[in-house]
């Protein structure tokens, strides 16, 4: 690992729980602030340290450490306002990163004009994504950096005989493949070498533009 990110989470409803469990589970530090006991006791055991306290108020944002975290989350339910007003607190306070759950596009729209670093909506992310795995054969999943790019496995026939040098897929597509493995074998081969000629029925692993792979016949 590079090194530990100090994280922040407001709000440690369902959403902020999962996610600050996820965190910790890959080796980071993070920080949980909410106003509710409940939430504050079941997170007790799971995050670095967590506070019962009200982020709206920025002293207490201050007293806790916030102006030294790496990333914070904010994910405060619906309430519009209060998630506005905590992101120009933070930004404020210095917060290099600062993420916040939004609850439609309208929300969305003004988090963004206001600073934020990143927008989310859950429900529009699994929405898209499962439509893809639904509708897009060997569709792996987005890349949480970038929702235009993703991940997916394809299938070769037209490309049998040819390496990947001959394809110049990079150059071509903006595709990189990433790994390969035999058709029913679960074993990749990672950074597969380009001038191997391909056979009918390996999987490719390539990242790219999601419509991009959508449209390749491999």
Request: aromatic content about 8%; cysteine-free; glycine content about 8%.
């Amino acid at each position: 690992m590079a090194g530990k990110l100090q994280v922040g989470i407001i709000g440690l409803g369902k959403f902020g729980l999962r996610f600050g469990k996820a965190l910790v589970d890959l080796g980071h530090e993070v920080v949980g602030v909410d106003t509710d006991m409940d939430r504050v006791k079941m997170a007790q055991n799971v995050f670095t340290q967590v506070y019962q306290a009200d982020a709206i108020e920025k002293q207490a944002l201050e007293q806790i450490g916030f102006a030294d975290m790496t990333h914070v989350l904010i994910s405060v339910g619906e309430s519009i306002a209060a998630s506005a007003m905590i992101t120009m607190y933070l930004k404020e306070m210095g917060v290099p990163s600062v993420w916040v759950k939004a609850i439609n596009d309208d929300h969305r729209k003004l988090l963004l004009k206001i600073g934020v670093d990143r927008v989310i909506i859950p429900e529009y992310m699994a929405a898209k994504e499962f439509a893809h795995r639904l509708a897009v054969p060997g569709f792996i999943e987005y890349l949480p950096f970038d929702r235009s790019m993703a991940l997916k496995e394809l299938k070769i026939k037209n490309w049998a005989g040819k390496t990947l040098k001959d394809l110049d897929l990079t150059n071509k597509y903006g595709i990189q493949v990433i790994a390969i493995r035999a058709d029913g074998s679960r074993r990749f081969r990672f950074i597969p070498r380009a001038d191997v000629p391909l056979k009918e029925d390996q999987v490719l692993v390539a990242l790219g533009k999601a419509d991009v792979l959508g449209q390749v016949k491999p």
